[in-house]
């Protein structure tokens, strides 16, 4: 039992462990490959690994960190970043008044990510202002070189500004109360950071490499400066989507911040520390330093002498440096290891400044084991022919290899010329060539070459006394060699292998770095065509050498698979879009829906995205599901379905329906029917897609089927629209054969062919059942006798033994079984309350996410606030200036009902006046017609004559 519980707690542990790496890839998908701002994620994701593989090779190997690809790949993708946040998230508010990475509760505004373009533009500048490589371009360049050195910040306005102030003035409505003095220090060390490092590293930083007063080794230290900036100018916006999204919380984010920029002191230390020369090379003929056991004078710190130690003989001389001859540079990481105790330096100034100020020189002395270490490999003859003016020698290199770096030529004062070549492999190699009349020194060989062992040295030189003093580096761990190259031992490879212009004597020490002869040929005219290489390479040369060098290979292996990644990366952005395009999505009109998410401080942005997206959703649905209902309806499905069936997911109708479904291809399948657990659910989708693959041939998505939602349509219509069809297709078949039957007896058919259906099934069963029965009786008699014997026979007492011992260990097996069973309920019991636990645990971490979110303020509810308030005043102004209008509407309805009234009464005044007059005149007439005596006798009057007088007219 004890081992048991030891492998499945191992077991368990390894299961822990895949489900963290599980969750870890999908945290990574999740941060980077996510279809939604996907250039925006993959930038961001290059940034990181450029970012982490140039922090290791500036602490690894900062010579190869100096010559890297990132030294520009690193900020052009933190700008090509900061371009693309600002060309995606312009959905962010625009107010200016949002702090976001200085507030818990905000979000960044838009002009701060346009902002961060700028400075992301100007670390740019700077980590290519102080690369070699690109030094000299940007150098050539006036325009650029005077513009950003000197007037950066005039650029500036063409960006927005942001200002700390902000987060300051609206602290109540962004940070909560918890966090509100923290981001307060915090805030004011930070505004007090840039207020000096604008000053520091904008401009400062730019005038010493313009005045190019930066050493290399202070070089080395701005460059650390500018590792640190880009994690703070680019970094510390992903460090703010981790703390928006809740993987950390916002103190850790901002300390992690604050410490970006903080450890920039430290570049800033390193920088102001540097040690001087203390002799000026205006003023020094030549300097000699020497490692000596004792020093001449042991009682002063310098003194005026010749001779530098006390015994010559126990000395050695390590470097030489002449007026007009360039300085000889040492390979990084080359040091001697000497048991020498003292380091004198011998200056000789020119006449005129001897009485001067006394220079001195720059030594590193180091305590720790060197990677390399240097030594001194001597060329010299000792075979004096009498009348010669010449003297060759050569030798065999046999010790493990060097690489030889400067050269030191002593001779008489009748030298003239020397040189020195190495034979490999039948080629050959000029290491160097120089004149004798120069000054004694150490001379500087322009390609370091490497001699391994079997190869050849071969000198020749103008003089029958010469010695040559080749300085070369090996590895530490490597043996000093302790040979010296004597006489002329291989006079064949010398005869065989020297140019015709070997005397020739450089005239310049220019000539001795640059000149390469280009038509050489053999001393020897019976030599044939011999492949002859010089210290100018050829193509072959400069094909080989990178793939020498480790560190030039390591570069080319991780640019050809940083190209891979890239070109993998494409490629699924291009299945991205692709798959992006073909979905459709068919709206129910062309209004724009605009969901909008008020709630004050406990809205979040999130709720508003879940919104827009489900009715995005449901609009791709709609055509779906009215083509389900109308198939369902049409093929009798037993129960009406609706589209609002499927707005939420509806496991049970989505098994009820496939179930149908199954049974009209197949009647006798076998569906399982309980689908209440989660595995019982799974069996059930696997079962169905099974037997519509092998009966309807058609690959159905279970995964979306599962969901039970409107993609889990798109998969039953599938299934259902070959029987719509085929259902299609039979009605108008038989409606163009029959179209003379009659309409009666073919809807009576139809009714009756389901009892037809179950009376073929009922005959089959009745016969089946029949047959059985009948077998069974016929077996009877024979079992009857059987049961009779076994009756009638005495049971034995062994027979009674076995059959317990039988029961007993059946008995123990069951025992056995069962108490496996418990055991391993106990075991899912305790792989249960982990699961418990680990669920609990995201839980409360989903719930203080969402207790984040919610009090996470969106980026919309100033300018909400600021309009709620400006619509209560245009509100107020509204009902003040309704009022009056509807009392002015009143008065004014008023006075034109007076008007009408006093209109009526005096055209009702006037008719009563005409009424008046008429009555008067009718009156006055009716009496004098009645007092007229002509009436009665037919005479007409006076006016009656004139009418008929005109009439006759």
């Known amino acids: 039992m004890m081992e048991a519980g030891v492998i499945e707690t191992s077991s368990g542990f390894a299961v822990d462990t895949i489900q963290r790496l599980g969750r870890f890839v999908k945290f990574l998908f999740h941060l980077f490959f996510q279809r939604k701002f996907i250039v925006h994620r993959l930038v961001g994701l290059s940034y990181l690994m450029q970012y982490a593989l140039s922090f290791y090779w500036y602490f690894k190997n900062y010579e190869t960190f100096k010559h890297s690809f990132v030294i520009w790949s690193l900020p052009l993708t933190g700008l090509v970043q900061s371009i693309t946040a600002a060309l995606t998230f312009t959905f962010l508010s625009r107010t200016k008044t949002d702090p976001g990475y200085y507030s818990d509760r905000g979000t960044l505004s838009y002009a701060f990510i346009v902002e961060n373009s700028f400075f992301s533009g100007l670390l740019l500048f700077q980590w290519l202002y102080y690369s070699d490589f690109f030094y000299s371009y940007i150098n050539n360049s006036i325009v650029i070189d005077n513009l950003i050195v000197f007037l950066p910040y005039i650029l500036r306005q063409l960006w927005p500004k942001t200002h700390f102030r902000d987060s300051l003035n609206n602290s109540d409505k962004n940070k909560t109360a918890p966090n509100k003095n923290f981001y307060f220090i915090v805030t004011m060390v930070t505004k007090m950071f840039y207020v000096w490092a604008k000053h520091y590293i904008g401009y400062f930083l730019n005038y010493v490499r313009f005045f190019d007063r930066a050493n290399p080794q202070q070089i080395e230290y701005i460059y650390l400066l500018l590792v640190f900036s880009a994690f703070a100018t680019t970094i510390s916006v992903f460090l703010h989507t981790l703390k928006f999204k809740g993987y950390i919380g916002p103190r850790t984010s901002y300390i992690i911040y604050m410490m970006s920029y903080l450890s920039t002191f430290y570049s800033f230390i390193q920088i102001r520390i540097d040690i001087h020369p203390i002799y000026n090379r205006q003023k020094v003929r030549f300097i000699t330093t020497y490692l000596c056991q004792q020093p001449f004078s042991s009682q002063a710190d310098f003194w005026f002498d010749s001779q530098p130690c006390d015994n010559m003989d126990r000395s050695m001389t390590i470097y030489e440096w002449y007026y007009n001859i360039p300085a000889v540079k040492w390979p990084k990481g080359c040091f001697y290891f000497t048991p020498f105790l003292y380091v004198v330096i011998q200056i000789q100034y020119f006449p005129s400044i001897i009485n001067d100020v006394v220079y001195g020189e720059k030594i590193i002395l180091i305590r720790e084991r060197p990677k390399y270490t240097i030594g001194t490999y001597q060329i010299v003859t000792n075979s004096i022919e009498i009348q010669k003016t010449r003297a060759e020698f050569s030798c065999q290199y046999r010790s493990l290899p060097m690489q030889i770096f400067s050269i030191e030529l002593y001779s008489t004062d009748e030298g003239k010329s020397i040189s020195l070549y190495r034979v490999r492999n039948r080629e050959v190699q000029s290491i160097i060539k120089g004149n004798l009349q120069w000054p004694e020194n150490f001379y500087q060989v322009t390609n370091p070459v490497d001699i391994i062992a079997s190869d050849y040295l071969r000198n020749a030189l103008s003089e029958v006394i010469c010695q040559i003093n080749a300085r070369f580096w090996t590895e530490h761990d490597d043996e000093i060699p302790m040979e010296i190259c004597w006489n002329n031992h291989y006079s064949r490879i010398l005869n065989r292998y020297l140019p015709v212009d070997e005397q020739i004597v450089p005239e310049t020490h220019y000539l001795i770095l640059i000149q390469h002869i280009q038509n050489w040929t053999s001393m020897n005219n019976k030599t044939n065509t011999i492949l002859l290489t010089y210290s100018q390479d050829d193509r072959f040369e400069k094909l080989i050498r990178p793939a020498r060098n480790r560190n030039s290979l390591?570069?080319?292996?991780?640019?050809?698979?940083?190209?891979?990644c890239g070109i993998i990366m494409l490629l699924i952005i291009i299945s991205i879009i692709r798959s992006y395009g073909n979905n459709t999505y068919s709206l129910r009109s062309n209004t724009r829906l605009?969901?909008?998410?008020?709630?004050?401080?406990?809205?979040?942005?999130?709720?508003?995205?879940?919104?827009?997206?489900r009715r995005f959703q449901e609009y791709d649905q709609d055509n779906c599901e009215n083509d389900l209902c109308e198939m369902a309806r049409v093929l009798s499905y037993p129960r009406l379905i609706s589209m609002e069936n499927f707005r939420q997911p509806n496991f049970r109708l989505v098994a009820e329906l496939m179930t149908w479904l199954v049974k009209q291809y197949d009647s006798q399948a076998d569906i399982p029917n309980d689908i209440e657990g989660?595995?019982?659910?799974?069996?059930?989708?696997?079962?169905?897609?099974?037997?519509?693959?092998?009966?309807?041939?058609?690959?159905?998505?279970?995964?979306?089927?599962y969901q039970a939602d409107g993609y889990a349509v798109k998969e039953i219509l599938k299934v259902i629209t070959p029987l719509y069809k085929a259902l299609r297709?039979?009605?108008?078949?038989?409606?163009?054969?029959?179209?003379?039957?009659?309409?009666?007896?073919?809807?009576?058919?139809?009714?009756?062919i389901t009892t037809l259906k179950s009376a073929r099934l009922l005959c089959s069963t009745i016969t089946q059942k029949g047959a059985n029965l009948h077998e069974l009786l016929s077996k009877e008699v024979d079992a009857r006798e059987a049961r009779q014997d076994v009756m009638n026979r005495a049971m034995e007492l062994s027979e009674v033994q076995e059959g317990i011992g039988e029961a007993e260990n059946a008995a123990k097996r069951e025992f056995i079984k069962y108490d496996k069973l418990i055991t391993n309920v106990q075991i899912d019991e305790v792989a249960l309350d982990e699961k418990i636990a680990k669920r609990l645990e995201e839980m409360n971490r989903h719930q203080r996410r969402l207790e984040m979110l919610k009090s996470v303020r969106p980026s919309f509810m100033n300018d909400f606030e600021k309009c709620e308030v400006e619509l209560n005043d245009l509100y107020g102004n509204y009902v003040l200036k309704f009022r009056i209008l509807s009392y002015l509407e009143k008065e004014l309805e008023g006075h034109f009902r007076s008007q009408r009234e006093k209109v009526q009464q005096v055209s009702r005044q006037y008719m009563q006046s005409i009424n008046s007059q008429l009555t008067e005149q009718d009156q006055q007439r009716f009496n004098?017609?009645?007092?007229?005596?002509n009436d009665e006798i037919g005479v007409h009057s006076d006016e009656e004559e004139d009418d008929e007088e005109s009439e006759e007219e």
């Not at 998410?597 to 942005?605: C, D, P, R, T």
């Not at 989660?678 to 690959?699: L, N, W």
């Open 554 to 564: 390591f570069t080319i292996i991780l640019i050809t698979l940083l190209v891979l």
């Open 594 to 613: 605009k969901a909008i998410s008020v709630g004050g401080e406990a809205s979040s942005l999130s709720k508003w995205f879940t919104i827009t997206k």
């Open 678 to 705: 989660e595995h019982d659910r799974v069996i059930f989708i696997r079962t169905v897609a099974q037997i519509i693959a092998t009966k309807a041939y058609m690959k159905l998505n279970t995964k979306k089927l």
């Open 729 to 752: 297709d039979s009605e108008n078949r038989e409606l163009d054969e029959d179209e003379d039957t009659d309409p009666q007896y073919r809807y009576a058919m139809n009714d009756d």
């Open 928 to 933: 004098r017609e009645l007092q007229d005596p």
